[in-house]
């Protein structure tokens, strides 16, 4: 049976799938298929290998290359540290000393290690005091850890106190 269509194995192609095979098979390079399709690259890949598993004759490119990994962690600052803003003098103890262990914490985490309670904790009262007008440091956003799942019952209803302690 001789090929004659580009889609015999499936059904014809519709205009939209017709002209990503033509913008596909004219473009240099996968970069410039995908913007001129205005898909991600990646879709773009994806839409092409369907498209030649129905029987349309498209050109190949070279593999996508992955981005390399983000570093855990931001780089170090390397010039002098950020003044810390001035806190008020009328403040209560315990708000003056909270405001001063956060403008000169490293992070949320390390804060909330530091008084013993949970990131939830250290976030809430920070911006208890932010709304009050105190000066606070603003930290990159820290996500806290989800807490666990409860584990369904064959009924399909959770069991109340049955969830497994968060894997350290």
């Known amino acids: 049976m001789a090929k004659t269509e580009p889609a015999q ?17 004219a473009a240099e390079s996968l970069a410039e298929a995908a913007a001129e399709l205005n898909l991600p690259p990646q879709t773009a890949v994806r839409r092409a290998g369907y498209l030649r598993s129905t029987g349309a004759d498209l050109k190949r490119f070279p593999p996508l290359t992955r981005e390399p990994p983000k570093p855990a ?13 001035e806190l008020p003098a009328d403040l209560p103890p315990w708000q ?26 250290v976030t ?15 930290f ?7 807490p ?19 894997a350290e």
């Open 9 to 25: 194995r499936g059904r014809a192609l519709d205009a939209q799938q017709e002209r990503f095979v033509w913008v596909w098979n």
């Open 148 to 166: 666990p799942r409860p584990r369904k019952s064959k009924r399909g209803k959770a069991k109340p106190g049955k969830t497994k302690p968060p």
């Open 124 to 138: 809430w009262r920070g911006r208890y005091l932010r709304r009050k007008g105190i000066p606070m440091k603003v």
């Open 96 to 121: 003056a000393r909270f405001a001063k262990a956060w403008n000169e914490a490293v992070s949320i985490g390390h804060l909330s290690m530091r008084y013993g309670v949970s990131v939830e904790t």
């Open 73 to 85: 962690r931001p780089p170090e600052p390397t010039g002098p540290p950020e003044p810390l803003p």
């Open 140 to 146: 990159p956003t820290e996500q806290p850890p989800r």
